[in-house]
Protein backbone atom coordinates (compact mmCIF):
# COMPACT_ATOMS: atom_id res chain seq x y z
CA UNK A 1 0.00 0.00 0.00
CA UNK A 2 1.18 3.32 -0.85
CA UNK A 3 0.59 5.94 1.36
CA UNK A 4 -1.29 9.55 0.09
CA UNK A 5 -0.08 12.71 0.50
CA UNK A 6 -2.63 13.76 3.09
CA UNK A 7 -1.10 10.09 4.89
CA UNK A 8 2.78 11.46 4.68
CA UNK A 9 2.04 14.31 6.17
CA UNK A 10 -0.30 12.32 8.74
CA UNK A 11 2.96 10.27 9.68
CA UNK A 12 5.51 13.15 9.90
CA UNK A 13 3.13 15.20 12.15
CA UNK A 14 3.21 12.45 14.50
CA UNK A 15 6.76 11.84 14.06
CA UNK A 16 6.71 8.46 12.99
CA UNK A 17 8.23 9.71 9.50
CA UNK A 18 10.68 11.32 10.27
CA UNK A 19 12.47 13.75 7.22
CA UNK A 20 15.23 16.13 8.58
CA UNK A 21 15.64 18.70 7.35
CA UNK A 22 11.67 18.42 6.18
CA UNK A 23 10.05 21.11 3.85
CA UNK A 24 6.97 20.45 3.28
CA UNK A 25 6.52 22.00 -0.35
CA UNK A 26 8.39 18.55 -0.96
CA UNK A 27 5.27 16.48 -0.19
CA UNK A 28 3.81 14.91 -3.65
CA UNK A 29 0.53 13.02 -4.60
CA UNK A 30 1.93 10.14 -3.26
CA UNK A 31 5.75 10.70 -2.42
CA UNK A 32 8.22 12.82 -1.11
CA UNK A 33 11.23 14.38 -3.19
CA UNK A 34 14.40 14.13 -1.58
CA UNK A 35 18.14 16.04 -2.73
CA UNK A 36 21.03 15.07 -3.21
CA UNK A 37 23.76 15.83 -0.45
CA UNK A 38 27.22 17.37 -1.33
CA UNK A 39 29.29 13.91 -1.31
CA UNK A 40 29.86 12.01 -4.26
CA UNK A 41 31.30 8.81 -5.17
CA UNK A 42 32.83 8.63 -8.38
CA UNK A 43 34.04 5.37 -10.12
CA UNK A 44 37.39 4.65 -11.53
CA UNK A 45 36.58 1.47 -13.44
CA UNK A 46 39.86 1.99 -15.75
CA UNK A 47 41.99 1.14 -12.33
CA UNK A 48 41.24 -2.74 -12.41
CA UNK A 49 41.05 -5.07 -15.00
CA UNK A 50 37.36 -6.26 -13.29
CA UNK A 51 35.01 -6.21 -10.57
CA UNK A 52 35.29 -8.46 -8.31
CA UNK A 53 33.07 -8.24 -5.07
CA UNK A 54 34.41 -10.85 -2.80
CA UNK A 55 37.67 -9.11 -2.90
CA UNK A 56 38.90 -5.27 -1.24
CA UNK A 57 38.85 -3.05 -4.42
CA UNK A 58 40.11 0.51 -2.01
CA UNK A 59 40.47 2.47 -5.14
CA UNK A 60 37.62 1.47 -7.32
CA UNK A 61 35.98 4.72 -6.30
CA UNK A 62 36.96 8.28 -5.27
CA UNK A 63 35.46 10.71 -2.90
CA UNK A 64 34.05 14.20 -4.21
CA UNK A 65 33.25 16.78 -2.48
CA UNK A 66 32.28 20.37 -4.19
CA UNK A 67 33.45 23.28 -2.44
CA UNK A 68 31.24 26.37 -2.28
CA UNK A 69 29.00 27.16 -5.07
CA UNK A 70 30.81 24.72 -7.24
CA UNK A 71 28.53 22.57 -9.01
CA UNK A 72 28.90 18.87 -9.33
CA UNK A 73 29.97 17.65 -12.78
CA UNK A 74 28.64 14.27 -14.15
CA UNK A 75 29.84 13.59 -17.41
CA UNK A 76 28.58 11.23 -19.98
CA UNK A 77 28.23 7.67 -19.35
CA UNK A 78 29.76 8.02 -15.73
CA UNK A 79 28.85 6.22 -12.71
CA UNK A 80 28.67 7.82 -9.59
CA UNK A 81 27.20 6.84 -5.97
CA UNK A 82 25.70 9.37 -3.66
CA UNK A 83 23.06 9.63 -0.94
CA UNK A 84 20.15 11.90 -0.12
CA UNK A 85 20.37 15.01 1.70
CA UNK A 86 18.14 14.33 4.09
CA UNK A 87 18.16 11.84 7.07
CA UNK A 88 15.32 9.65 6.55
CA UNK A 89 13.80 7.71 9.66
CA UNK A 90 10.35 5.24 9.23
CA UNK A 91 8.98 3.04 11.71
CA UNK A 92 9.31 -0.37 11.84
CA UNK A 93 5.69 -1.04 10.14
CA UNK A 94 6.50 1.78 7.17
CA UNK A 95 8.94 1.19 3.89
CA UNK A 96 10.24 3.23 1.77
CA UNK A 97 11.36 3.01 -2.09
CA UNK A 98 13.49 5.27 -3.74
CA UNK A 99 12.50 6.42 -7.16
CA UNK A 100 14.02 8.36 -10.33
CA UNK A 101 12.00 11.09 -11.26
CA UNK A 102 10.99 11.44 -14.83
CA UNK A 103 11.22 14.68 -15.69
CA UNK A 104 15.12 13.77 -15.38
CA UNK A 105 14.68 10.63 -17.28
CA UNK A 106 13.10 12.28 -20.23
CA UNK A 107 16.56 13.89 -20.21
CA UNK A 108 18.81 11.01 -20.11
CA UNK A 109 19.64 11.40 -16.18
CA UNK A 110 19.22 8.33 -14.03
CA UNK A 111 19.30 9.38 -11.02
CA UNK A 112 18.74 6.07 -9.23
CA UNK A 113 19.90 2.50 -10.14
CA UNK A 114 20.49 0.21 -7.55
CA UNK A 115 18.30 -1.59 -5.12
CA UNK A 116 15.23 1.13 -4.15
CA UNK A 117 13.91 -0.34 -1.44
CA UNK A 118 14.15 1.41 2.04
CA UNK A 119 13.86 -0.82 5.46
CA UNK A 120 11.33 -0.61 7.93
CA UNK A 121 13.08 0.73 10.82
CA UNK A 122 15.75 2.48 8.38
CA UNK A 123 17.42 5.23 9.64
CA UNK A 124 20.22 7.41 8.29
CA UNK A 125 21.01 9.09 4.40
CA UNK A 126 19.45 6.94 1.13
CA UNK A 127 22.32 6.37 -1.15
Do not use: C, W
Amino acid sequence: MLLSDRDIRAEIAKGRVVLTPYDESMVQPSSVDVRLDRYFRVFENHRYPHIDPSVEQPDLTRLVEPTGGEPFILHPGEFVLASTYEVVHLPDDVAGRLEGKSSLGRLGLLTHSTAGFVDPGFDGHVT
